[in-house]
């Protein structure tokens, strides 16, 4: 347990980030899992689905939920895959 006030206040505020930190992640994984789905079973659909999905990656480094290297990388893997698939197409 916290021993002052301060120490009180950032447990708050901790807690508080963490759980929605949490939340935008998890919509992340979300997302991403839609995304693969779509990208499966029509094209169109994938690219409307990655337009969100990078969104959200920017989204999401931008108030520092995820690095924003690792947003970066994310969309630069799934935009690979969806190019990967008008390739093969």
């Known amino acids: 347990?916290?021993?002052?006030?301060?120490?009180e206040r950032r447990m708050r505020n901790s807690a508080r980030k963490h759980s929605q930190n949490k939340?935008?992640?998890s919509r992340l994984k979300t997302l991403e899992a839609t995304?693969?789905?779509?990208?499966?079973?029509?094209?169109?659909?994938?690219?409307?689905?990655?337009?969100?999905?990078?969104?959200?990656l920017d989204?999401?480094?931008?108030?520092?939920?995820?690095?924003?290297?690792?947003?970066?990388?994310k969309k630069s893997r799934l935009s690979t895959q969806l190019n990967r698939l008008a390739k093969a197409a």
């Open 1 to 7: 347990m916290p021993n002052t006030k301060s120490a």
């Open 23 to 25: 939340s935008v992640k």
């Open 35 to 56: 995304y693969l789905a779509t990208l499966k079973k029509d094209r169109t659909e994938a690219e409307k689905a990655l337009r969100v999905i990078v969104s959200a």
């Open 59 to 73: 989204k999401a480094a931008k108030t520092g939920a995820i690095h924003s290297g690792a947003a970066d990388r």
